[in-house]
């Protein structure tokens, strides 16, 4: 495997991830979010913001911390691949922003796929070093902490592959409007991507799977975005 650039840390998306956000209308009242297209309400232990990072400061979404943890509803975020359910590259600065290089490849760590909704999914990335891999920071794309414990990678959204969509064009990186209003199976003209990272650059600082502080911000992060209401147009 051969390294490439890192995303920068803090970055919406990564350099691939196309931006529509130009004419995005987004508020805050109290702890109150909304925009063309979702509102809702940050809980308690959460800080609530305008996101417009990497988007030339022009509102992209809303972002939301608690400590360390950085959940990104990024309403204004569209791919720019044309690859059917787009890149992980795409999306990798909202989570895996220094942990992989960007190229069309597949994230660091193995899969966990979580229920949220009916129609979303969460999917976690846990990352466990191979004692027997020499690190080769020149040739690998994953980037490995020192610890042998599993990590947690970062965690992005994506829509369930059930009968009421499309089977062909779900379980993406990036989410269809069109589809969660039901005004239709989507279109990659009306995208966002829902996803959470961990602001952290000592790998060996990551949550490890077993820590109940990160089994607690996982959930609040779900029932954040089941929450979720979407303006129909």
Known sequence: ??????????????????QDAAGLHATINGRAYQDDKISFAAPAGWTLAIDSSGNGGQPSGAILRNGKYILRLCTGCGQASGVQGGRFSEIAGMVQPRFRAVQPAPPCGAEAKSKVTGMLDRVDFWFTRDPHHVFNEDADDCREPKTQATVWYGSYFTESCTGAKDADDCGGYFLHFPWLTGMGAGSSVDEMVFAMTFDETDLDALPHKDDPGLTKVLREASAIVKSIQYKRH
């Open 1 to 18: 495997m051969r390294l490439l650039a890192w995303t920068l840390a803090g970055a919406a998306c990564a350099a691939a991830c196309a």
